[in-house]
């Protein structure tokens, strides 16, 4: 079992920035994968960015490439997403995700077994 503990939300306004963390416990060390996903009021949980453990590759949806950074802190067993040049669209909650095979796409929800809670991400005009 894994246990995923986000933390870094906030309220920002437009054109500010957010360091978003994850910190995962327990069986770390079968994880592959790794995810950010945000889910907006009354949309769909959509895909931010994904990292591949092992290789430290990187995937992002076209919504946040150029302004957001993924990153991993191996040691600390901890994932960042960096946020810039936030825009009222990017509110919502996001969530950390986490899966053992890295297999298929990036941003399937349904590939993921561990998840965490969400930390609120909430950009004004």
């Known amino acids: 079992q894994v246990q995923l503990v986000e933390s870094g939300g906030g309220s920002v306004q437009a054109g500010g920035s957010l360091r978003l963390s994850c910190v995962a416990s327990?069986?770390?060390?079968?994880?592959?994968?790794m995810g950010w996903f945000r889910q907006a009021a009354g949309k769909e949980r959509e895909g931010v960015a994904a990292?591949?453990?092992?290789?430290?590759?990187?995937s992002y949806a076209d919504s946040v490439k150029g302004r957001s950074t993924i990153s991993q802190d191996n040691a600390k067993n901890t994932m960042y997403l960096q946020l810039n040049s936030l825009k009222p669209e990017d509110t919502a909650m996001y969530y950390c995700?986490?899966?053992?095979?890295?297999?298929?796409?990036?941003?399937?929800?349904?590939?993921?077994?561990?998840w965490g809670q969400g930390t609120q991400v909430t950009v004004s005009s």
């Open positions: 327990g069986s770390t060390s079968s994880i592959g994968c």
């Open positions: 995700a986490a899966r053992v095979v890295c297999i298929g796409r990036w941003d399937a929800r349904s590939l993921y077994r561990y």
């Open positions: 990292i591949y453990t092992e290789a430290g590759s990187t």
